[in-house]
């Protein structure tokens, strides 16, 4: 295996872990919001856009969904972007438009 590959567990991801590798404290079960998160849109039935605090920090998280016990719960697939990184999208966001018509 490469050294580009990494084993699941391995990841340090903003929304992930934290910087010691460990898992962040899981939250209790809510309803479709979090106490700290707006959901800005739902993409499909089980991604959704959402702008959220996380350690301090304003995050644009758009991440998949699952249901537990008839609730809505967060998956481990999906990512948070700071706010530079969403700025950096949004500059592109023409860009993006134009591939994805030269693709389609």
Avoid at 30 to 52: A, H, L, Q, T
Avoid at 74 to 96: F, N
Wanted: proline letters at 3%; glycine letters at 8%.
């Amino acid at each position: 295996m490469s050294g580009k590959f990494k084993r699941k567990g391995d990841d340090n991801h903003a929304s992930d872990a934290d910087s010691d590798g460990n898992a962040p404290p899981k939250k209790s079960a809510k309803s479709n919001d979090d106490e700290d998160g707006i959901v800005v849109c739902e993409i499909s039935k089980n991604r959704r856009v959402s702008v959220r605090s996380w350690q301090g920090k304003v995050m644009v998280d758009i991440r998949e969904f699952y249901v537990k016990d008839g609730k809505q719960m967060p998956g481990r697939k999906g990512i948070s972007l700071t706010m530079d990184q969403w700025k950096v999208l949004c500059e592109h966001a023409e860009e993006i438009d134009q591939a994805v018509t030269e693709n389609t």
